[in-house]
């Protein structure tokens, strides 16, 4: 059983291991290795799509994942201990926007968008007719605002677990001692749900950073990192495409175990 | 400030944002897949069944999916199930926790990139150049249903191992002491106790992993090199190539319903396995 189990963990992280060994290949094959060297991380980070790329794919994730953590957490509290329609209403829609495939979100956005923007830029032209209208098109942020929804459907169902398993009479205590709302919710509530804000906002990160179908369909002009792999891998496998690969899933293999810790962490029982 | 204020205030930038990015897109969906082409590529407005009529030219993509996805769906439960068993019942406390971490990891990193690593595996330099040197003949792997399969089994094997996990873990163990007590050699307590009890786990992997791969498009279009393609990939073509917006949408539609059916006859298993109805953390 054991050895069994071994196996599949090796199953699951060689592939990895692979494409970390050939990033430091010394030669110019992407399957030969002829001895190491860290010239290909050197080519990748001066190579301008390379690194414009990173700064796009940067920029949408810090930015849905702090939108996420932001209005996530808000609707999470809101929603804790409602029920009746809204309810059913809310958890209906957070179901839909984590369960629809991402291909279909993408495709979904892309021509509500498009459509929308195709009736609002004649409008804007008329408004400013000096030649100064501003024109709306798919770019860095539809990428966000899509973005920012699953990140922010992650958000309430991390939170939402965490919530439920909150104890209430903590929070009635500070009522009952007379402290306002706000002053209960950054003394008593914010602190014990503070893991888990950070949990959803690191998961938020990894998954815009990593994404690819969404951002293939609604990032318009922008290309993000993945979408620069892809089309590269399309043009063959380098050494390049390595030293890029092994840089995120480093970046998201040190964020990921980041938000298991602090997510662990948090549930411990604090010492009595 | 009343509290019912305070909850509305909460809610709308959330509401807002799943209305106009998620409610708003998809009721864009239903209505263009009732369109038409518009003769420069996009949509023109038209109330037909047309698109409807045509999904059977996209039949091979359905075809694909319809069958390449269940056959990884029972291949990652078959080498998920024994895995989430070990991590349940035999591994030790200690290590179970980051076991779990490890098995949870690869699932929330780019599945671009590992699926990327898998073209140096099964290309001619890897697992081909190894087995021809072992004398067993030189198969081709790479851009083929194989290599497929492998990238969907390699790529959702989390998110079935920790369903199964959570029901195994959940699982009363007295039972298995009362069926051993009642002379049930091993392997007989587990058909008749353990199996029956994890099926909810099972059912609840076999269904995330079905439906997660309906809409697969990254592995197939990297591992089947245009041979093998999916409902995803015909998307894409419709939509970033062919431009046939009305088209796009009504296989998008019909994807969503077949994943419907899928959901439902979990629900409707679910409610007569009357397993527990809890969320299983992926996180």
């Not at chain 1, 963990?9 to 860290?38: D, E, H, R, W």
């Not at chain 2, 077949?258 to 959901?263: G, Q």
Request: with cysteine; net charge positive.
């Amino acid at each position: 059983m054991k050895a069994y189990a071994a196996a599949v963990y090796l199953f699951l992280y060689v592939p990895i291991a692979v494409i970390a060994f050939f990033s430091f290949n010394a030669g110019k094959s992407a399957t030969q290795m002829m001895g190491f060297s860290v010239q290909w991380y050197g080519k990748a980070l001066s190579n301008p799509f390379v690194t414009e790329a990173l700064r796009t794919s940067f920029t949408v994730a810090l930015t849905s994942a702090t939108l996420a953590a932001v209005f996530g957490t808000m609707a999470a509290l809101a929603l804790q201990g409602m029920k009746g329609r809204i309810r059913v209403i809310a958890d209906a829609m957070i179901y839909v926007a984590v369960m629809v495939p991402g291909i279909v979100i993408g495709i979904a956005t892309l021509i509500a968008l498009v459509t929308l923007f195709g009736w609002i830029n004649p409008l804007l032209l008329r408004i400013f007719p000096d030649g100064h209208a501003p024109q709306l098109a798919m770019g860095l942020v539809s990428l966000i605002a899509a973005h920012t929804l699953f990140s922010m459907a992650l958000v309430i169902i991390i939170l939402r677990a965490r919530l439920s398993g909150m104890d209430r009479s903590l929070m009635e205590a500070s009522a009952d001692l007379y402290a306002p709302p706000l002053a209960t919710f950054r003394q008593v509530t914010l602190p014990l749900i503070f893991p888990g804000i950070l949990a959803g906002f690191l998961l938020s990160f990894t998954f815009s950073f990593d994404d690819f179908i969404i951002a293939f369909f609604v990032a318009g002009s922008e290309t993000t990192l993945p979408i620069y792999v892809f089309s590269s891998i399309r043009r063959g496998v380098t050494p390049e495409i390595n030293a890029i690969g092994t840089m995120v899933l480093a970046t998201s293999l040190v964020l990921l175990i980041s938000a298991q810790l602090v997510l662990r962490r948090g549930t411990r029982a604090p010492p009595a | 400030m009343s509290k019912r204020l305070t909850t509305i205030l909460l809610l709308a930038p959330a509401g807002l944002w799943f209305g106009i990015m998620l409610v708003l897109p998809l009721c864009f969906v239903v209505v263009f897949s009732f369109g038409d082409r518009a003769a420069e590529g996009g949509y023109v407005p038209a109330l037909t069944l047309t698109q409807y009529a045509n999904l059977p030219a996209r039949w091979a993509a359905f075809r694909n999916t319809l069958t390449l996805a269940p056959l990884g769906t029972i291949l990652s439960l078959m080498i998920a199930y024994p895995l989430a068993y070990f991590l349940a019942m035999q591994a030790s406390a200690k290590w179970r926790t980051l076991l779990l971490i490890l098995v949870i990891v690869p699932f929330w990193t780019s599945i671009l990139i590992r699926s990327y690593a898998w073209i140096f595996i099964l290309g001619g330099q890897g697992v081909p150049a190894l087995l021809n040197w072992l004398g067993l003949g030189n198969p081709r792997l790479i851009n083929t249903p194989f290599a497929v399969l492998t990238g969907i089994v390699y790529g959702y094997l989390p998110l079935m191992v920790l369903p199964i996990y959570v029901s195994l873990e959940r699982l009363d163990k007295r039972l298995l002491e009362a069926s051993a007590d009642l002379g049930a050699p091993p392997f007989r307590s587990f058909l008749q106790v353990t199996l029956p009890l994890s099926l909810p786990g099972i059912a609840t992997g076999c269904m995330l992993v079905f439906i997660l791969l309906m809409g697969e498009y990254l592995i197939p279009s990297i591992l089947g090199g245009g041979k093998v393609f999916f409902i995803g990939n015909a998307l894409v073509d419709l939509f970033l190539q062919s431009r046939n917006w009305a088209f796009g949408a009504a296989v998008s539609v019909t994807l969503v319903l077949v994943m419907l059916v899928t959901v439902s006859l979990y629900m409707w298993l679910m409610r007569r396995l009357g397993g527990a109805r809890d969320d299983v953390s992926l996180i």
